[in-house]
């Protein structure tokens, strides 16, 4: 009995084996057939879809089992096409139901179905989709908002900046990194909503925001981070200081100048650090001035931002080498040596 059992059970794992075997080759011959099928249609596509890029003509209307592959041709395009041409070829999709098809699928329920609508309306580009995938940022999977961030950028938007900002500063979502460099690919288009938002009353928003606008580089951002660096918050102003030096401009260097005296040395190191960004001569007295400082790290940034200011700043750092403190000595000395700008003889 035993043995006619363990003959019974090997011949149903043979059995079972043989079948997994069967599927699987039927599987692998249905989807060879279907991308062959696709790749038939794609090639067939082509020449029609590069007739509307290239001479305006209409997108050519497909059946419903080939939108597919008239959107992969067009994703191919899109990536270096812009303007009037982009907008026929996403015109061309949305007329035939494509776009309210990627629509549908953020609400899919696989989050890997969620994710890829959200990334090709991204790569679409298309403003008509800010909404729901401002919508996605808000989504159960991490995948899904941290695609949906980047699709927004990729449209560029400025109506999507608020939600993006608020993304920003929730630590428990995302990175600091990804979403800032979201916002930072929008450039300056940003930067109006993102000034909005330093009226917001949440810390972490304003923080997020001004390091933000640091990164942007526009100067119409520089009246309100001067306003910031006169605020309250120590970690604002530290923040501000460091933005305004990656700005730069006479009205930047001002403030950071008169920063250096600000009562809490985590603004003091950020502005000397600042300065040396600015790279403008004139600041180096005052750099000067401010590197007998009680907190190691301004002495650092001071003499580094020194060493950076040409001729007159490694002349300041001479003159520092002989300063009555002799941390203030030995630091001049040791940014001299380490970055070997000691006037000769």
């Given at each position: ?118 990334e090709t ?136 100048r008169a920063?250096?005296e600000d ?83």
């Open positions: 009995m035993k043995f006619d059992a363990l003959m019974i059970a090997v011949a149903l794992l043979y059995l079972t084996s043989i079948a997994l075997i069967v599927v699987t080759v039927i599987h692998g011959s249905v989807r060879t057939r279907r991308e062959r099928r696709r790749a038939l249609v794609i090639a067939r596509l082509r020449e029609p879809v590069e007739a509307c890029v290239l001479e305006g003509k209409p997108l050519p209307r497909v059946p419903q089992n080939e939108l597919d592959a008239l959107l992969e041709l067009v994703l191919r395009y899109m990536s270096v096409v812009r303007g009037r041409d982009a907008e026929r070829l996403t015109d061309g999709l949305a007329e035939q139901g494509a776009v309210a098809d990627l629509m549908q699928r953020l609400h899919a329920r696989p989050a890997w179905r969620r994710a890829e609508a959200a309306l991204g790569r679409l580009r298309l403003r008509a989709a800010v909404p729901s995938l401002v919508a996605a940022l808000d989504d159960p999977s991490e995948d899904v908002r941290t695609v949906a961030s980047r699709g927004l950028a990729a449209i560029r938007d400025p109506a999507a900046v608020p939600a993006l900002a608020r993304a920003l500063a929730d630590p428990s979502r995302w990175t600091l990194s990804l979403i800032a460099e979201n916002l930072m690919a929008m450039g300056p288009s940003a930067v109006p909503p993102l000034l909005d938002l330093m009226r917001s009353d949440e810390h972490n928003v304003r923080v997020a925001v001004v390091q933000v606008l640091g990164e942007i580089r526009d100067p119409a951002a520089t009246p309100a981070l001067i306003a910031v660096l006169h605020e309250g918050d120590l970690n604002l102003r530290a923040q501000a200081a460091a933005a305004l030096g990656k700005l730069g401009g006479p009205d930047s260097e001002r403030e950071l920063a250096l009562p809490e040395w985590q603004v003091r190191a950020q502005a000397a650090k600042a300065l040396g960004r600015v790279a403008h001569p004139d600041a180096a007295s005052s750099l000067a001035s401010a590197m007998p400082d009680d907190n190691w790290w301004v002495r650092v940034n001071c003499a580094e931002s020194l060493a950076r200011l040409g001729a007159e700043g490694r002349r300041q750092l001479e003159l520092l080498t002989r300063h009555d403190d002799r941390f203030v000595r030995d630091q001049a000395n040791a940014v001299l040596d380490v970055y070997g700008v000691r006037a000769a003889g």
